[in-house]
């Protein structure tokens, strides 16, 4: 049965959504069915396998960094907006980085992570280079940049993800 139904609760919300924006009759009961059950069986092809967590408390760690990052770069950013950037010196650019996640599940983490944080913005993964493009409102140092990503984020997620 979980072969036919890989995701119940979704063909039975599935059905319930077309009944209820339908006229309820055995057609639309049947057609209904026949599409909540593709739907959830093509779910369960492109669904990703369950990530495995290997330190928890790693993740939240990460959880407190990018909180308190996430609140330090609203009020940078507003700063700035604010006071026009240090007179107009405000310089805008992007930054390769070179990462060492492959796994898609923190990888994707660290894509929320950075776009999450006002000021930046993940552009580009190069999956064979295992590079990150990346764009910063207020550059001042690319280096810099590189450290803060290996260092405070993705270290972190490795620890976090086996």
């Known amino acids: 049965?979980?072969?036919l139904l890989p995701h119940p609760l979704l063909?039975?919300?599935l059905i319930l959504?077309?009944?209820?924006?339908t006229r309820f009759s055995l057609g639309h009961l049947v057609l209904g069915s026949a599409i909540a059950v593709l739907a959830g069986l093509s779910l369960a092809r492109i669904e990703p396998e369950t990530p495995r967590i290997r330190s928890w408390?790693?993740?939240f760690r990460?959880?407190?960094i990018v909180s308190v990052d996430i609140v330090r770069s609203n009020w940078a950013v507003a700063q700035l907006m604010l006071t026009n950037g240090r007179h107009g010196a405000r310089t805008s650019a992007f930054?390769?980085?070179?990462?060492r996640l492959r796994d898609p599940v923190p990888l994707a983490l660290l894509a929320i992570i950075l776009t999450a944080t006002p000021g930046t913005a993940w552009l580009e993964h190069d999956r064979e280079a295992g590079t990150l493009l990346l764009h910063v409102?207020?550059?001042?140092?690319e280096e810099e940049w590189r450290v803060l990503i290996r260092d405070r984020y993705e270290a972190l997620l490795m620890e976090a993800f086996a």
């Open 95 to 99: 930054v390769v980085i070179p990462l």
């Open 62 to 64: 990460l959880v407190a």
């Open 57 to 59: 408390s790693a993740l």
């Open 17 to 21: 959504m077309w009944l209820l924006l």
């Open 137 to 141: 409102f207020d550059m001042i140092d």
């Open 11 to 13: 063909t039975a919300a």
């Open 1 to 3: 049965m979980r072969r």
